[in-house]
Protein backbone atom coordinates (compact mmCIF):
# COMPACT_ATOMS: atom_id res chain seq x y z
CA UNK A 1 0.00 0.00 0.00
CA UNK A 2 1.20 3.49 -0.68
CA UNK A 3 2.17 5.40 2.31
CA UNK A 4 -0.19 8.81 0.42
CA UNK A 5 -2.05 9.33 -2.11
CA UNK A 6 -2.27 12.90 -3.94
CA UNK A 7 -5.25 13.66 -5.71
CA UNK A 8 -4.95 16.81 -7.52
CA UNK A 9 -8.18 18.96 -8.90
CA UNK A 10 -8.14 20.18 -12.35
CA UNK A 11 -11.03 21.67 -13.28
CA UNK A 12 -13.84 23.05 -11.12
CA UNK A 13 -16.43 23.39 -14.42
CA UNK A 14 -16.71 23.31 -18.38
CA UNK A 15 -15.25 26.34 -18.46
CA UNK A 16 -12.40 26.72 -15.94
CA UNK A 17 -8.95 27.61 -16.51
CA UNK A 18 -7.35 25.46 -18.92
CA UNK A 19 -3.92 25.41 -17.81
CA UNK A 20 -4.66 24.12 -14.16
CA UNK A 21 -4.58 20.58 -15.16
CA UNK A 22 -1.78 20.94 -17.00
CA UNK A 23 0.22 22.74 -14.40
CA UNK A 24 -1.34 19.69 -11.33
CA UNK A 25 0.65 17.09 -13.73
CA UNK A 26 3.74 18.98 -14.52
CA UNK A 27 4.37 21.37 -11.68
CA UNK A 28 4.83 18.75 -9.06
CA UNK A 29 3.96 15.33 -8.00
CA UNK A 30 0.65 13.68 -8.46
CA UNK A 31 -0.84 10.43 -8.32
CA UNK A 32 -4.36 11.14 -9.47
CA UNK A 33 -6.31 14.02 -11.89
CA UNK A 34 -10.00 14.80 -11.20
CA UNK A 35 -11.82 17.19 -13.33
CA UNK A 36 -15.20 18.26 -12.75
CA UNK A 37 -17.13 19.43 -16.28
CA UNK A 38 -20.64 19.07 -15.13
CA UNK A 39 -23.12 21.71 -13.60
CA UNK A 40 -26.50 21.07 -13.59
CA UNK A 41 -27.13 23.05 -16.91
CA UNK A 42 -24.35 21.60 -18.83
CA UNK A 43 -26.30 17.87 -19.48
CA UNK A 44 -29.31 19.78 -21.15
CA UNK A 45 -26.83 21.68 -23.45
CA UNK A 46 -25.04 18.65 -24.29
CA UNK A 47 -27.88 16.84 -25.16
CA UNK A 48 -28.51 19.75 -27.30
CA UNK A 49 -25.40 19.16 -28.86
CA UNK A 50 -25.93 16.08 -29.81
CA UNK A 51 -29.39 16.38 -30.86
CA UNK A 52 -27.93 18.12 -33.69
CA UNK A 53 -24.38 15.97 -34.35
CA UNK A 54 -25.02 12.39 -33.01
CA UNK A 55 -20.84 12.43 -32.46
CA UNK A 56 -21.12 15.55 -30.07
CA UNK A 57 -22.76 15.72 -25.96
CA UNK A 58 -19.33 15.47 -24.24
CA UNK A 59 -16.49 18.08 -23.05
CA UNK A 60 -13.98 18.21 -26.34
CA UNK A 61 -12.13 20.31 -23.63
CA UNK A 62 -11.00 17.16 -22.00
CA UNK A 63 -9.67 15.26 -25.50
CA UNK A 64 -7.81 18.47 -25.84
CA UNK A 65 -6.28 18.05 -22.70
CA UNK A 66 -5.54 14.36 -22.66
CA UNK A 67 -3.89 14.95 -25.67
CA UNK A 68 -1.63 17.57 -24.17
CA UNK A 69 -0.88 15.45 -21.31
CA UNK A 70 -0.78 11.91 -22.16
CA UNK A 71 3.01 11.62 -22.17
CA UNK A 72 3.00 12.77 -19.04
CA UNK A 73 0.69 11.03 -17.37
CA UNK A 74 2.17 7.66 -18.84
CA UNK A 75 5.78 8.72 -17.89
CA UNK A 76 4.56 9.39 -14.06
CA UNK A 77 2.11 7.08 -14.01
CA UNK A 78 -0.50 9.31 -13.03
CA UNK A 79 -4.58 8.26 -13.45
CA UNK A 80 -7.01 10.66 -14.58
CA UNK A 81 -11.04 10.92 -13.97
CA UNK A 82 -13.39 12.67 -15.03
CA UNK A 83 -17.31 13.39 -15.51
CA UNK A 84 -16.31 14.74 -19.17
CA UNK A 85 -18.48 12.04 -20.72
CA UNK A 86 -21.72 14.22 -20.66
CA UNK A 87 -24.39 12.65 -22.86
CA UNK A 88 -21.87 10.85 -25.42
CA UNK A 89 -19.65 8.84 -22.67
CA UNK A 90 -18.39 6.00 -25.10
CA UNK A 91 -18.10 9.51 -27.86
CA UNK A 92 -15.82 10.63 -25.52
CA UNK A 93 -13.75 7.41 -24.56
CA UNK A 94 -13.12 6.81 -28.38
CA UNK A 95 -12.30 10.53 -28.94
CA UNK A 96 -9.64 9.54 -26.26
CA UNK A 97 -8.14 6.47 -27.87
CA UNK A 98 -7.86 8.33 -31.07
CA UNK A 99 -5.78 10.94 -29.60
CA UNK A 100 -3.76 7.98 -27.77
CA UNK A 101 -3.77 6.15 -31.28
CA UNK A 102 -2.25 9.22 -33.49
CA UNK A 103 0.45 10.18 -30.78
CA UNK A 104 1.58 6.40 -30.31
CA UNK A 105 0.90 5.37 -27.10
CA UNK A 106 -0.14 1.42 -27.33
CA UNK A 107 -1.56 -0.07 -24.57
CA UNK A 108 -3.31 2.63 -22.89
CA UNK A 109 -6.58 1.39 -20.91
CA UNK A 110 -9.89 3.75 -20.80
CA UNK A 111 -12.37 3.14 -18.60
CA UNK A 112 -15.94 4.13 -19.94
CA UNK A 113 -18.41 4.28 -17.37
CA UNK A 114 -22.19 4.50 -18.35
CA UNK A 115 -25.68 4.05 -17.44
CA UNK A 116 -26.25 7.44 -15.59
CA UNK A 117 -28.55 8.70 -18.42
CA UNK A 118 -31.95 7.13 -18.13
CA UNK A 119 -33.62 9.51 -20.30
CA UNK A 120 -34.65 6.69 -22.45
CA UNK A 121 -35.97 4.82 -19.99
CA UNK A 122 -38.26 7.45 -17.65
CA UNK A 123 -41.35 5.75 -19.35
CA UNK A 124 -40.73 2.58 -18.55
CA UNK A 125 -40.51 3.14 -15.07
CA UNK A 126 -43.89 4.99 -15.05
CA UNK A 127 -45.18 2.41 -16.96
CA UNK A 128 -44.01 0.08 -13.72
CA UNK A 129 -45.77 2.47 -11.58
CA UNK A 130 -42.28 4.09 -10.00
CA UNK A 131 -43.17 7.24 -8.57
CA UNK A 132 -40.56 9.86 -9.79
CA UNK A 133 -42.05 13.24 -7.56
CA UNK A 134 -40.15 16.45 -7.77
CA UNK A 135 -38.36 16.79 -4.42
CA UNK A 136 -38.88 20.57 -3.71
CA UNK A 137 -42.16 20.70 -5.08
CA UNK A 138 -44.01 17.23 -5.35
CA UNK A 139 -45.24 17.44 -8.48
CA UNK A 140 -45.29 14.01 -10.35
CA UNK A 141 -42.64 13.37 -13.53
CA UNK A 142 -45.66 12.54 -15.78
CA UNK A 143 -46.53 16.37 -15.51
CA UNK A 144 -43.69 17.24 -17.51
CA UNK A 145 -42.39 14.18 -19.01
CA UNK A 146 -42.55 15.51 -22.69
CA UNK A 147 -40.73 18.49 -22.25
CA UNK A 148 -37.51 16.38 -20.85
CA UNK A 149 -34.57 17.27 -22.40
CA UNK A 150 -31.76 15.34 -20.08
CA UNK A 151 -32.42 12.69 -17.19
CA UNK A 152 -29.05 11.45 -15.63
CA UNK A 153 -28.52 9.81 -12.00
CA UNK A 154 -26.08 10.82 -10.14
CA UNK A 155 -23.39 8.10 -9.80
CA UNK A 156 -20.49 7.45 -6.93
CA UNK A 157 -17.38 6.18 -6.50
CA UNK A 158 -18.33 2.26 -6.89
CA UNK A 159 -18.01 2.41 -10.64
CA UNK A 160 -15.03 4.08 -10.97
CA UNK A 161 -13.42 1.83 -8.00
CA UNK A 162 -14.03 -0.93 -10.27
CA UNK A 163 -12.36 1.02 -13.49
CA UNK A 164 -9.36 1.46 -10.96
CA UNK A 165 -9.54 -2.03 -10.12
CA UNK A 166 -9.41 -3.66 -13.63
CA UNK A 167 -6.27 -0.78 -14.26
CA UNK A 168 -8.18 2.01 -16.58
CA UNK A 169 -5.78 4.68 -16.97
CA UNK A 170 -8.15 7.36 -17.93
CA UNK A 171 -11.59 7.25 -16.89
CA UNK A 172 -14.34 8.51 -18.44
CA UNK A 173 -18.41 8.81 -17.30
CA UNK A 174 -21.35 11.16 -17.69
CA UNK A 175 -23.47 12.22 -14.53
CA UNK A 176 -21.04 11.06 -11.86
CA UNK A 177 -20.37 12.71 -8.99
CA UNK A 178 -17.69 15.16 -8.41
CA UNK A 179 -17.12 13.87 -4.95
CA UNK A 180 -16.87 10.15 -6.05
CA UNK A 181 -13.65 11.19 -8.23
CA UNK A 182 -11.60 12.14 -5.16
CA UNK A 183 -13.24 9.24 -3.18
CA UNK A 184 -12.33 6.46 -5.82
CA UNK A 185 -8.82 7.00 -5.73
CA UNK A 186 -8.38 6.53 -2.08
CA UNK A 187 -10.43 3.24 -1.92
CA UNK A 188 -8.57 1.71 -4.39
CA UNK A 189 -4.98 2.55 -3.20
CA UNK A 190 -6.19 2.02 0.34
CA UNK A 191 -8.31 -0.49 0.24
CA UNK A 192 -11.10 0.66 1.92
CA UNK A 193 -14.63 -0.59 1.61
CA UNK A 194 -18.44 0.15 0.71
CA UNK A 195 -18.91 -0.59 4.22
CA UNK A 196 -17.07 2.04 5.92
CA UNK A 197 -19.08 4.88 6.58
CA UNK A 198 -16.49 6.83 8.37
CA UNK A 199 -13.93 6.32 5.19
CA UNK A 200 -16.51 7.14 2.44
CA UNK A 201 -17.62 10.20 4.11
CA UNK A 202 -13.29 11.18 4.11
CA UNK A 203 -13.01 10.81 0.88
CA UNK A 204 -16.51 12.51 0.07
CA UNK A 205 -15.33 15.80 2.45
CA UNK A 206 -12.01 15.50 0.86
CA UNK A 207 -14.32 15.88 -2.51
CA UNK A 208 -15.81 18.42 -1.69
CA UNK A 209 -13.18 20.44 -1.01
CA UNK A 210 -11.42 20.43 -4.01
CA UNK A 211 -14.07 19.98 -6.74
CA UNK A 212 -14.49 23.75 -7.24
CA UNK A 213 -10.42 24.03 -8.23
CA UNK A 214 -9.28 27.04 -7.15
CA UNK A 215 -12.25 28.12 -5.10
CA UNK A 216 -10.42 26.14 -2.20
CA UNK A 217 -6.75 27.60 -2.70
CA UNK A 218 -7.20 31.49 -2.79
CA UNK A 219 -9.75 32.18 -5.46
CA UNK A 220 -13.43 33.63 -4.61
CA UNK A 221 -11.84 34.17 -0.84
CA UNK A 222 -13.05 36.88 1.32
CA UNK A 223 -11.02 36.23 3.78
CA UNK A 224 -8.16 38.77 3.61
CA UNK A 225 -8.38 38.49 0.02
CA UNK A 226 -5.89 41.78 -0.98
CA UNK A 227 -2.76 39.91 0.81
CA UNK A 228 -3.55 36.52 -1.85
CA UNK A 229 -0.76 36.29 -3.16
CA UNK A 230 -0.13 35.43 -7.24
CA UNK A 231 -3.74 34.53 -8.04
CA UNK A 232 -2.48 35.05 -11.95
CA UNK A 233 -0.63 31.85 -11.15
CA UNK A 234 -2.89 30.12 -9.21
CA UNK A 235 -2.01 26.44 -7.59
CA UNK A 236 -5.48 24.28 -8.05
CA UNK A 237 -5.67 22.45 -4.75
CA UNK A 238 -4.11 19.04 -4.14
CA UNK A 239 -5.72 16.13 -1.70
CA UNK A 240 -2.70 14.42 0.29
CA UNK A 241 -4.52 11.29 1.80
CA UNK A 242 -2.91 9.00 4.48
CA UNK A 243 -4.57 4.94 4.67
CA UNK A 244 -5.49 6.05 8.43
CA UNK A 245 -7.48 8.45 7.00
CA UNK A 246 -6.43 11.33 7.67
CA UNK A 247 -5.57 13.70 4.65
CA UNK A 248 -3.45 17.41 3.91
CA UNK A 249 -5.24 19.85 1.97
CA UNK A 250 -2.34 21.81 -0.23
CA UNK A 251 -1.02 22.53 -4.06
CA UNK A 252 2.16 22.77 -6.02
CA UNK A 253 5.18 24.84 -4.48
CA UNK A 254 5.78 28.02 -6.66
CA UNK A 255 2.53 28.40 -7.48
CA UNK A 256 0.21 31.52 -6.72
CA UNK A 257 -2.51 31.20 -4.05
CA UNK A 258 -3.21 30.20 -0.76
CA UNK A 259 -4.43 26.64 0.99
CA UNK A 260 -5.07 28.33 4.96
CA UNK A 261 -7.57 27.14 7.42
CA UNK A 262 -10.10 30.06 6.37
CA UNK A 263 -9.95 29.42 2.43
CA UNK A 264 -10.76 25.79 3.13
CA UNK A 265 -13.37 26.66 5.72
CA UNK A 266 -15.12 28.90 2.84
CA UNK A 267 -14.79 25.92 0.11
CA UNK A 268 -16.70 23.84 3.16
CA UNK A 269 -19.55 25.63 3.26
CA UNK A 270 -19.93 26.73 -0.56
CA UNK A 271 -23.42 24.62 -1.54
CA UNK A 272 -23.96 23.32 2.29
CA UNK A 273 -27.56 22.22 3.10
CA UNK A 274 -27.32 20.61 6.32
CA UNK A 275 -23.97 20.37 7.54
CA UNK A 276 -25.05 16.92 9.55
CA UNK A 277 -26.08 15.29 6.51
CA UNK A 278 -24.47 15.64 3.29
CA UNK A 279 -25.92 13.20 0.70
CA UNK A 280 -24.23 11.17 -1.90
CA UNK A 281 -24.93 7.97 -3.19
CA UNK A 282 -21.82 6.63 -1.19
CA UNK A 283 -22.56 7.73 2.50
CA UNK A 284 -23.69 10.45 4.19
CA UNK A 285 -21.16 12.69 5.48
CA UNK A 286 -21.28 14.81 8.69
CA UNK A 287 -19.22 18.01 8.44
CA UNK A 288 -19.64 18.87 11.80
CA UNK A 289 -17.10 16.49 12.58
CA UNK A 290 -14.55 17.76 10.62
CA UNK A 291 -10.84 19.06 12.61
CA UNK A 292 -9.10 21.51 10.92
CA UNK A 293 -5.44 21.88 11.97
CA UNK A 294 -2.77 24.37 10.61
CA UNK A 295 0.18 21.86 8.99
CA UNK A 296 2.49 24.63 7.70
CA UNK A 297 2.85 26.90 4.72
CA UNK A 298 -0.56 26.57 2.70
CA UNK A 299 -1.37 22.94 4.50
CA UNK A 300 -4.21 22.46 6.04
CA UNK A 301 -4.88 18.63 7.45
CA UNK A 302 -8.01 17.51 7.89
CA UNK A 303 -9.23 14.87 10.53
CA UNK A 304 -11.89 13.79 12.93
CA UNK A 305 -14.34 12.92 9.70
CA UNK A 306 -17.84 10.61 10.44
CA UNK A 307 -20.29 9.57 7.92
CA UNK A 308 -23.49 7.17 7.93
CA UNK A 309 -25.21 4.89 6.36
CA UNK A 310 -25.72 5.57 2.69
CA UNK A 311 -29.51 6.07 1.63
CA UNK A 312 -31.57 3.42 -0.73
CA UNK A 313 -31.86 6.08 -3.28
CA UNK A 314 -30.07 7.78 -6.13
CA UNK A 315 -30.73 11.51 -6.56
CA UNK A 316 -31.88 12.20 -10.42
CA UNK A 317 -31.25 15.53 -12.61
CA UNK A 318 -34.20 16.00 -14.75
CA UNK A 319 -34.22 19.08 -16.92
CA UNK A 320 -37.21 20.44 -18.74
CA UNK A 321 -38.33 23.02 -21.49
CA UNK A 322 -39.75 25.75 -19.23
CA UNK A 323 -40.18 28.63 -22.07
CA UNK A 324 -37.99 31.07 -22.75
CA UNK A 325 -35.87 34.10 -21.49
CA UNK A 326 -33.97 37.54 -22.87
CA UNK A 327 -31.90 40.22 -20.71
CA UNK A 328 -31.07 43.22 -22.44
CA UNK A 329 -28.97 46.38 -21.46
CA UNK A 330 -28.30 49.77 -21.71
CA UNK A 331 -25.66 52.52 -19.92
CA UNK A 332 -26.44 55.84 -18.67
CA UNK A 333 -24.60 58.57 -17.98
CA UNK A 334 -23.69 61.42 -15.34
CA UNK A 335 -25.97 63.86 -14.74
CA UNK A 336 -28.99 62.03 -13.20
CA UNK A 337 -27.78 58.49 -14.25
CA UNK A 338 -29.99 56.22 -12.30
CA UNK A 339 -33.10 59.03 -12.41
CA UNK A 340 -32.50 58.70 -16.82
CA UNK A 341 -32.45 54.49 -16.11
CA UNK A 342 -35.29 54.55 -14.52
CA UNK A 343 -37.24 56.69 -16.83
CA UNK A 344 -36.21 54.74 -19.66
CA UNK A 345 -37.29 51.44 -17.51
CA UNK A 346 -41.10 53.34 -17.03
CA UNK A 347 -41.16 54.24 -21.39
CA UNK A 348 -40.24 50.61 -22.02
CA UNK A 349 -42.34 48.69 -19.70
CA UNK A 350 -45.33 50.99 -21.02
CA UNK A 351 -43.93 50.36 -24.19
CA UNK A 352 -44.36 46.45 -23.70
CA UNK A 353 -47.79 46.91 -22.00
CA UNK A 354 -49.08 49.15 -25.28
CA UNK A 355 -47.94 46.28 -27.95
CA UNK A 356 -49.74 43.42 -25.66
CA UNK A 357 -47.06 40.78 -25.23
CA UNK A 358 -47.30 38.47 -22.12
CA UNK A 359 -44.31 38.08 -19.80
CA UNK A 360 -44.56 35.48 -16.74
CA UNK A 361 -41.98 38.07 -15.51
CA UNK A 362 -40.55 40.99 -15.83
CA UNK A 363 -37.28 42.29 -14.02
CA UNK A 364 -35.54 45.61 -13.82
CA UNK A 365 -31.94 45.67 -11.96
CA UNK A 366 -29.66 48.62 -12.12
CA UNK A 367 -26.08 47.72 -11.92
CA UNK A 368 -24.18 50.25 -9.90
CA UNK A 369 -27.07 50.75 -8.02
CA UNK A 370 -29.11 47.47 -6.63
CA UNK A 371 -28.22 44.29 -8.69
CA UNK A 372 -26.35 41.83 -6.17
CA UNK A 373 -27.41 43.59 -2.42
CA UNK A 374 -31.32 44.97 -3.26
CA UNK A 375 -32.51 47.45 -1.04
CA UNK A 376 -29.66 46.81 1.34
CA UNK A 377 -27.70 49.09 -0.43
CA UNK A 378 -29.21 51.54 0.29
CA UNK A 379 -30.23 54.87 -2.14
CA UNK A 380 -27.36 55.66 -4.71
CA UNK A 381 -24.94 58.80 -4.63
CA UNK A 382 -26.72 61.61 -6.25
CA UNK A 383 -23.17 62.21 -8.45
CA UNK A 384 -23.09 58.32 -9.27
CA UNK A 385 -21.47 58.19 -12.62
CA UNK A 386 -23.41 56.02 -14.65
CA UNK A 387 -25.94 53.37 -14.10
CA UNK A 388 -26.53 50.12 -16.32
CA UNK A 389 -30.34 49.60 -16.92
CA UNK A 390 -30.45 45.58 -16.94
CA UNK A 391 -33.77 44.40 -17.65
CA UNK A 392 -35.23 40.64 -17.93
CA UNK A 393 -38.44 38.87 -18.96
CA UNK A 394 -39.34 35.80 -18.96
CA UNK A 395 -42.57 33.83 -20.72
CA UNK A 396 -44.31 30.86 -22.72
CA UNK A 397 -44.44 32.51 -26.35
CA UNK A 398 -40.82 32.95 -27.99
CA UNK A 399 -42.54 35.48 -30.17
CA UNK A 400 -43.19 37.84 -27.04
CA UNK A 401 -39.80 37.33 -25.82
CA UNK A 402 -38.26 37.87 -29.64
CA UNK A 403 -40.47 40.84 -29.91
CA UNK A 404 -38.76 41.95 -26.51
CA UNK A 405 -35.45 42.17 -27.40
CA UNK A 406 -36.62 44.61 -30.86
CA UNK A 407 -37.25 47.48 -28.09
CA UNK A 408 -33.73 47.85 -26.03
CA UNK A 409 -32.06 49.66 -29.29
CA UNK A 410 -35.12 52.09 -30.21
CA UNK A 411 -34.89 53.22 -26.90
CA UNK A 412 -31.47 55.36 -27.50
CA UNK A 413 -33.14 57.73 -29.85
CA UNK A 414 -36.29 57.90 -28.32
CA UNK A 415 -35.60 57.57 -24.58
CA UNK A 416 -33.41 59.80 -21.85
CA UNK A 417 -30.29 61.30 -23.01
CA UNK A 418 -26.57 60.46 -23.04
CA UNK A 419 -26.70 56.69 -23.41
CA UNK A 420 -24.78 54.13 -24.83
CA UNK A 421 -23.47 49.84 -24.40
CA UNK A 422 -25.49 48.62 -26.99
CA UNK A 423 -23.02 47.52 -29.13
CA UNK A 424 -23.95 43.76 -28.71
CA UNK A 425 -26.97 44.34 -30.79
CA UNK A 426 -30.01 42.59 -30.06
CA UNK A 427 -29.85 40.83 -27.17
CA UNK A 428 -30.36 36.91 -27.98
CA UNK A 429 -33.74 34.91 -26.15
CA UNK A 430 -32.73 31.88 -24.73
CA UNK A 431 -34.74 28.59 -23.97
CA UNK A 432 -35.25 28.31 -20.25
CA UNK A 433 -34.37 24.52 -18.98
CA UNK A 434 -36.14 24.31 -15.66
CA UNK A 435 -34.95 21.72 -12.88
CA UNK A 436 -36.61 18.19 -11.49
CA UNK A 437 -34.52 16.95 -8.84
CA UNK A 438 -36.17 13.70 -7.75
CA UNK A 439 -34.52 10.36 -6.51
CA UNK A 440 -34.98 6.94 -7.26
CA UNK A 441 -34.44 3.24 -5.36
CA UNK A 442 -30.52 2.27 -6.36
CA UNK A 443 -31.67 -1.27 -7.81
CA UNK A 444 -33.44 -0.06 -10.42
CA UNK A 445 -30.09 1.06 -12.18
CA UNK A 446 -27.64 -0.52 -13.86
CA UNK A 447 -24.20 0.72 -14.20
CA UNK A 448 -21.53 -0.35 -17.08
CA UNK A 449 -17.90 0.17 -16.55
CA UNK A 450 -15.47 -1.28 -19.86
CA UNK A 451 -12.16 -1.11 -20.23
CA UNK A 452 -11.27 -0.46 -24.36
CA UNK A 453 -7.46 0.03 -25.22
CA UNK A 454 -5.50 1.25 -27.31
CA UNK B 1 -22.69 48.89 20.38
CA UNK B 2 -23.95 47.84 16.91
CA UNK B 3 -21.12 46.31 14.12
CA UNK B 4 -21.31 45.32 10.81
CA UNK B 5 -20.84 41.82 10.45
CA UNK B 6 -18.09 42.45 8.37
CA UNK B 7 -15.91 43.14 11.47
CA UNK B 8 -17.00 39.70 12.90
CA UNK B 9 -16.79 36.82 10.47
CA UNK B 10 -16.08 36.53 6.53
CA UNK B 11 -18.98 33.78 4.27
CA UNK B 12 -19.45 32.09 1.29
CA UNK B 13 -22.24 31.69 -0.82
CA UNK B 14 -23.94 29.72 -3.29
CA UNK B 15 -27.52 28.10 -4.84
CA UNK B 16 -29.35 25.01 -4.14
CA UNK B 17 -32.45 25.45 -7.04
CA UNK B 18 -34.04 28.72 -5.93
CA UNK B 19 -32.26 28.56 -2.16
CA UNK B 20 -29.46 30.20 -1.90
CA UNK B 21 -26.92 29.35 1.20
CA UNK B 22 -24.40 31.31 3.08
CA UNK B 23 -21.63 30.13 5.54
CA UNK B 24 -20.87 32.43 8.02
CA UNK B 25 -17.31 31.63 9.34
CA UNK B 26 -16.05 33.83 12.30
CA UNK B 27 -12.68 35.46 12.04
CA UNK B 28 -11.70 34.21 15.11
CA UNK B 29 -12.70 31.64 17.64
CA UNK B 30 -13.83 33.73 20.41
CA UNK B 31 -16.11 35.14 18.26
CA UNK B 32 -18.65 32.12 17.20
CA UNK B 33 -20.35 32.39 20.52
CA UNK B 34 -21.36 36.08 19.37
CA UNK B 35 -22.31 35.16 15.90
CA UNK B 36 -24.72 32.17 17.32
CA UNK B 37 -25.99 34.67 19.68
CA UNK B 38 -26.83 37.09 17.28
CA UNK B 39 -27.21 36.07 13.61
CA UNK B 40 -29.92 34.15 14.54
CA UNK B 41 -33.04 32.74 11.16
CA UNK B 42 -35.30 35.32 12.40
CA UNK B 43 -32.73 38.13 11.97
CA UNK B 44 -31.31 37.16 9.02
CA UNK B 45 -34.65 36.93 7.79
CA UNK B 46 -35.63 40.73 8.53
CA UNK B 47 -31.98 41.65 7.54
CA UNK B 48 -32.93 40.43 3.85
CA UNK B 49 -36.44 41.60 3.86
CA UNK B 50 -38.37 41.56 0.58
CA UNK B 51 -34.89 39.62 -1.49
CA UNK B 52 -36.01 36.42 0.95
CA UNK B 53 -39.74 34.93 0.08
CA UNK B 54 -39.16 31.51 1.90
CA UNK B 55 -38.11 30.54 5.46
CA UNK B 56 -34.69 31.20 6.32
CA UNK B 57 -33.01 27.70 8.18
CA UNK B 58 -29.74 28.23 10.35
CA UNK B 59 -27.32 25.00 11.73
CA UNK B 60 -24.19 25.65 13.67
CA UNK B 61 -21.09 24.64 12.95
CA UNK B 62 -19.12 25.07 16.31
CA UNK B 63 -16.16 22.60 14.97
CA UNK B 64 -15.67 25.17 11.85
CA UNK B 65 -16.38 28.02 14.19
CA UNK B 66 -19.42 28.59 11.77
CA UNK B 67 -23.20 29.14 10.78
CA UNK B 68 -25.02 27.75 7.31
CA UNK B 69 -27.88 29.61 6.54
CA UNK B 70 -30.23 28.21 3.32
CA UNK B 71 -32.45 31.58 2.17
CA UNK B 72 -34.77 29.47 0.53
CA UNK B 73 -36.91 31.20 -2.71
CA UNK B 74 -34.66 33.92 -2.83
CA UNK B 75 -33.27 33.32 -6.78
CA UNK B 76 -35.89 34.41 -8.85
CA UNK B 77 -36.69 30.64 -9.54
CA UNK B 78 -32.94 29.53 -9.49
CA UNK B 79 -30.91 27.97 -12.22
CA UNK B 80 -31.60 29.32 -15.90
CA UNK B 81 -35.41 30.27 -14.65
CA UNK B 82 -34.17 33.49 -12.66
CA UNK B 83 -33.29 36.52 -14.57
CA UNK B 84 -31.32 38.13 -11.55
CA UNK B 85 -27.84 39.02 -12.50
CA UNK B 86 -27.02 36.69 -9.44
CA UNK B 87 -29.23 33.98 -9.89
CA UNK B 88 -26.70 31.56 -8.06
CA UNK B 89 -26.48 33.89 -5.00
CA UNK B 90 -22.52 34.31 -5.12
CA UNK B 91 -22.92 37.56 -3.61
CA UNK B 92 -25.93 36.95 -0.91
CA UNK B 93 -22.48 36.43 1.54
CA UNK B 94 -21.64 39.87 1.53
CA UNK B 95 -24.74 41.02 2.02
CA UNK B 96 -25.74 39.00 4.99
CA UNK B 97 -22.13 40.35 5.65
CA UNK B 98 -23.93 44.19 6.21
CA UNK B 99 -26.41 42.90 8.71
CA UNK B 100 -25.28 45.27 12.24
CA UNK B 101 -25.20 42.89 15.50
CA UNK B 102 -25.02 44.23 18.92
CA UNK B 103 -21.69 43.79 21.01
CA UNK B 104 -21.18 44.59 24.42
CA UNK B 105 -18.00 47.00 25.41
CA UNK B 106 -16.51 44.36 26.79
CA UNK B 107 -16.55 41.95 24.03
CA UNK B 108 -15.39 44.82 21.95
CA UNK B 109 -12.76 45.55 24.16
CA UNK B 110 -11.38 41.99 23.97
CA UNK B 111 -11.77 41.87 20.20
CA UNK B 112 -10.40 45.23 19.67
CA UNK B 113 -12.92 46.42 18.01
CA UNK B 114 -13.12 50.22 18.67
Redesign the interface.
Known amino acids: MKEKVRVASGQGFWGDMLTAPIDQVRKGPIDYLMLDYLA ?2 TMSIMQKQRARRPEAGYARDYVSLIKEILPDIIEKDIKVLSNAGGVNVMGCAEAIRDVAQELGHKGVKIGVITGDDIMPRLQEFLDKGIEINNM ?1 TGEPLADILDKVQAANVYLGARPLVEALDQGARIIVGGRLTDTGLTLAPLMHEFGWTFDNWNQLAIGTIAGHIIECGGQCSGG ?1 C ?2 DWQNIPDLEDIGFPIIEAYPNGEFVVTKHENTGGIVSI ?1 SV ?12 EYITPDVVAD ?6 TDDGENRVRVS ?1 IQGKENTEFYKVSIAYS ?1 GW ?1 S ?1 GTLVYSYPDAYEKAKAADRILRKRLENLGLEFD ?1 I ?1 T ?1 F ?1 GVN ?6 SGEPPKDIPEVQL ?1 I ?3 GQNRDDITRFTKEIAPLILTGPPAVTGFAGGRPKV ?1 E ?4 F ?1 ALIPKDLIETKVEIIET | MKVELTKLAHARSGDKGDTANVGVIALKDDIYPILVREVTAEKVKEHFGEIVKGDVERFELPNLGALNFLLHESLGGGGTLSLMTDAQGKTFSTALLRMHVDISDEEADSLGIA
Do not use: C, W
Open positions: EVDNQYPKEQLLYEMGDPHFTTINLGSKVVLEVATHGHLRGVREIMAYP
